[in-house]
């Protein structure tokens, strides 16, 4: 993972993503991303390192687009997030808002909506998502960060929700933030707009480990390593059962919701040959590519 932090481009993904009226391919050239996939990860790297990869209405779509064409290609187990340069994310572009402030109130909803849309889309993703977080998080940048299944970050990395200061709310990321650090956190951090630091971020629940910068990559690799261990469709099922049961009573509805979806999966193609595969003491079928290489 070492050389993808770095470099741009990407090389041609599985047939699965050329099926009819699917996404655009992730070979389509972009001005602000960089995507590489390797050994069936994809590596998205903001690459706007000039402006610490802040972004602007460009990026945003560029974004929504490598998303959902990550989401549609089935040879893509894992997708990790990360910024080239100096910084993770600094939030948004500047020169992207002085054009909204001379947008009308119609233009201001359209543009917000297509952030808010990015930022659902990431975190609806159905494949595993992990942030690799850097230098500075700030604004929208903590928002892509909190829409990320895991966050891993450098022990020198800052955060901060800098939006009071410019007299702005950080709405779109509210959601995906208050469900990663509660809303206690947000009170203080939203208001203050104040810096803190890793281990802050750590404390308070957004980022799930720390190490040195040098050592960053090799503790993404054991985690990805793991996550290559589990079924796919479980995976994308275990993320819509936290979604679905999070913050709610369990009640009767909730739990005969989760008794269906353990009695589906059960039942599906892939649990069956991962029990079968558990009690042949044999490896599952998903592993296959992994004892190739």
């Known amino acids: 993972m070492k050389a993808t932090m770095s470099e741009k481009g990407g090389r041609r993904l599985s047939s699965a993503s050329k099926r009819a009226a699917a996404p655009p391919p992730l070979t389509a050239r972009h001005k602000t991303l960089a995507v590489d996939v390797r050994d069936s990860i994809a590596y998205v790297g903001l690459a706007r390192p000039e402006v610490h990869n802040a972004f602007d209405e460009t990026s945003i779509a560029e974004m929504t687009e490598a998303l959902h064409a990550i989401d549609g290609d089935e040879a893509i187990r894992a997708v990790v997030l990360f910024g080239q340069g100096k910084s993770f994310c600094a939030g948004a572009d500047l020169n992207w808002m002085k054009r909204m402030a001379t947008f009308s109130q119609a233009e201001n909803l359209a543009d ?100 040195p910068l040098s050592e960053l990559d090799a503790k993404i690799d054991g985690l990805l390593n793991a996550m290559l261990l589990a079924g796919p469709c479980a995976q994308s099922e275990g993320k819509a059962l936290i979604r679905a049961v999070a913050h709610r009573p369990i009640d009767d509805a909730v739990i005969a919701d989760t008794a269906n979806r353990i009695a589906s999966v059960r039942a599906s193609p892939e649990g069956k040959e991962g029990v079968a595969a558990f009690l042949e003491k044999r490896a599952p079928a998903w592993t296959a590519a992994m004892r190739k290489k």
């Open 112 to 211: 917000a909506g297509a952030l808010a849309a990015m930022l659902n889309t990431l975190y609806l993703l159905t494949k595993p998502t992990i942030a690799r977080v850097h230098g500075a998080a700030f604004g929208g940048g903590v928002g892509l960060i909190a829409c990320c299944d895991v966050a891993y970050a450098a022990v020198d990395a800052t955060f901060s929700f800098s939006e009071a200061k410019l007299g702005l709310v950080p709405a779109t990321i509210a959601p995906y933030v208050i469900e990663a650090i509660g809303a206690g956190a947000a009170r203080r951090y939203f208001l203050s707009a104040e810096r803190f630091a890793a281990t802050e971020a750590l404390r308070i629940g957004l980022i799930h480990d720390l190490s």
